[in-house]
C-alpha cells in the first residue's frame, strides 16, 4: 500500500505571507502512460467535507483562488499558499489517487501567526 | 448543481448493523465511480470503499474488509454503504465522494457505536 507523509503537522503563517505543506509518498504515483501525478490536495473548514483544490498534483480546481498552487512530481509534492488570508485557516490534505486504498496524508493545520 | 446527501447515520450497539445511503443530483451518477471516506472526531481522513460506474469492481479498506458492502442503484442515483458487525472505532461522519479526485463530497452522516 502506498504511505502518504504530510509535513508540518502544523503551521502558524502572518496574513499575506507564504504557507508550504509537503507531502511524501512511499512509491511514486507518477503513472508513465499519461505523464500525470495522481494527487489530490483538500482543504477542510471545521464543521464542513473536504474541499478539493488542487488535482494532478498541479491543477487548481474551478473557483479556488490563485494563491493556491500545487507543485511535484513522482514521490515528493508541495502545496503553497502564497498570501495567507484569514479565510485559508483550515487543515489541508493530500491524497493519491494512483491506487487503492486511496491513502489520505495525516493533515496539515494552518493557523494565523 | 451537484448534490451528494448521505443519511441513514446513528446511534447503535456494537455488533449491529446501519445502512448508508449517499442520494446524487446533477452529474451524470451511473458514469461515476463513487467512495465512501470517513473521519473519526478530531482525525484525519480515512478512506473506506470504492465502487466503479457500473457496480461490477469494489475495492475496501482493511479496516472494514468483510464487514462493510458498498453497493449503488443507477436507476435511482443512490449509493450504500452496508455496515455490519459494527465496532467502536467504526464511529465517524461519513462522506461519499466522486472519483477518480474527489471532486464532489457529501456532507456527511454522523454514526457513532456505542454500547
Known sequence: ??????????????????????????????????????????????????????????????????????SGSGTDFTLTISSLQAEDVAVYYCQQYYNTPRAFGQGTKVEIK | QVQLVESGGGVVQPGRS?????????????????????????????????????????????????????????????LYLQMNSLRPDDTAVYYCATDIYFYYWGQGTLVTVSS
Open chain 2, 18 to 78: 446501519l445502512r448508508l445511503s449517499c442520494a446524487a443530483s446533477g452529474f451524470p451518477f451511473s458514469t461515476y465511480g463513487m467512495h465512501w471516506v470517513r473521519q473519526a472526531p478530531g482525525k484525519g481522513l480515512d478512506w473506506v470503499a470504492v465502487i466503479s460506474h457500473d457496480g461490477t469492481s469494489k475495492n475496501y479498506a482493511d479496516s472494514v474488509k468483510g464487514r462493510f458492502t458498498i453497493s449503488r442503484d443507477n436507476s435511482k442515483n443512490t
Open chain 1, 1 to 70: 500500500d502506498i504511505v502518504v507523509t504530510q509535513s508540518p503537522d502544523s503551521l502558524a503563517v502572518s496574513l499575506g505571507e507564504r504557507a508550504t505543506i509537503n507531502c511524501k509518498s512511499s512509491q511514486s504515483i507518477l503513472y508513465s502512460s499519461d505523464n500525470k501525478n495522481y494527487l489530490g490536495w483538500y482543504q477542510q473548514k471545521p464543521g464542513q467535507p473536504p474541499k478539493l483544490l488542487i488535482y494532478w498534483a498541479s491543477t487548481r480546481a474551478s473557483g479556488v483562488p490563485d494563491r493556491f498552487s500545487g
